[in-house]
């Protein structure tokens, strides 16, 4: 069961790779998309800030996306 919960898991990330069109811009190169999340990880530790910036543009994104699904099938 847990190795069901790890896989479903590590496929939402990949998905989320995909939905902020990284996979697009790298061209579906992996050590492509390995070295930008290396970055973003230095980043992240250099910059206490940018963990919260992050957090509130996905949160806003998310909510962007779930407006746009609502409107998009007559909910909104």
Same mark, same amino acid.
Request: no cysteine; glycine share 12%.
């Given at each position: 069961? +847990?190795?069901?919960? &790890? ?5 939402? @990330?990949?998905? #989320?790779?995909? =939905? %902020?069109?990284?996979?697009?811009? +790298?061209?579906?190169? &992996? ?5 930008? @999340?290396?970055? #973003?990880?230095? =980043? %992240?530790?250099?910059?206490?800030? +940018? ?26």
């Amino acid at each position: 069961m +847990a190795r069901r919960e &790890r896989t479903r898991h590590l496929i939402e @990330l990949g998905g #989320l790779i995909q =939905k %902020a069109g990284l996979v697009e811009l +790298a061209d579906d190169d &992996r050590a492509t998309l390995y070295g930008a @999340l290396l970055d #973003l990880a230095a =980043k %992240a530790r250099e910059d206490g800030n +940018a963990l919260a910036l992050w957090k509130r543009r996905g949160k806003r994104a998310f909510d962007a996306d779930a407006e746009g699904n609502r409107e998009q099938f007559g909910h909104g």
